[in-house]
């Protein structure tokens, strides 16, 4: 693959997405940042970055995004899939339509914009699809079982397409971030808090959510540049690895997770939604 790389990033409004955005576009890469919200992208163009308003779950939209950078471009050597949110709550409290929302967005999305880029990677011999996982992929997190139910199938997903693709010349690269400072945390506390409302889950729930979203406000969190880096790397590495796993607690809370009887890991989960980390 050439060194200055056309790159098709999603999700790049906030957080990690834009800052990696802006970070390949320094790096001299043809940078074009997808999202719904345009508005929050415009900073990006100072950079050089090229704004496309895209909805992941809508196929009309993905399919005139990737388009226009085949038009402008003529070709697509990189694929960013970091659109995605979360949903917490309890499986039986989150409206179903919540949650086929959150798999629609974090794995159908994901999957259907792979598939538009796929064949023009085949005909240019070369490409690389990037996809944001988590640790949550790895291990289950209290109350947050819909949101792991997407990044688990993420995980698969990316195994199963890294094989398929490998005579193709396309590479298939996971970054699993850890916990990191963005505004994924309060929002995924927000759902929890509507989700436990007025059920038997309402008063853990309700504390569980108060815990996170006092986590995401302290120090404990890696920044989104520890993130960036990884990208980064994926993106310039003439090998890249099969993933990248970055940020407080990738590593750590994965060992834990393996290590562990699963009723010790259940209950040290369970305990966090007691403790009252915020009075």
Known sequence: MKQNKVILITGASSGIGFDAAQTLAQQGHKVYAAARRVE?????????????????????????????????????????????????????TVPLEDARRQVEVNVFGLARLTQLVLPYMRKQGSGRIINTSSIAGKMV???????????????????????????????VVMIEPGSIKTDWGPIAAKHLMEASAGTAYEEVGTQWAKNIDWFYKTNFLSKPSVITKAISRAVNSRHPKARYSRGRF?????????????????????????IKAVK
């Open 250 to 274: 990738s590593i750590s809370g994965r060992v834990m997770h393996a290590l562990m009887p699963a009723r010790w890991w259940d209950a040290m989960m369970r305990k966090g939604g007691k």
């Open 40 to 92: 929050l992208m415009e900073p990006l163009k100072a950079y050089g970055v090229k704004v496309i308003k895209m909805d992941v779950t809508d196929e009309a939209s993905m399919s005139q995004g990737v388009e226009a950078v085949i038009q402008a471009e003529g070709r697509i050597d990189v694929l960013v899939n970091n659109a995605g949110y979360g949903y917490f709550g309890t499986i039986e």
């Open 141 to 171: 997190i209290y109350m947050g079982g819909w949101y792991n139910v997407t990044k688990y199938s993420v995980e698969a997903f990316s195994d199963a397409l890294r094989m398929e693709m490998k005579p193709f010349g396309i590479d």
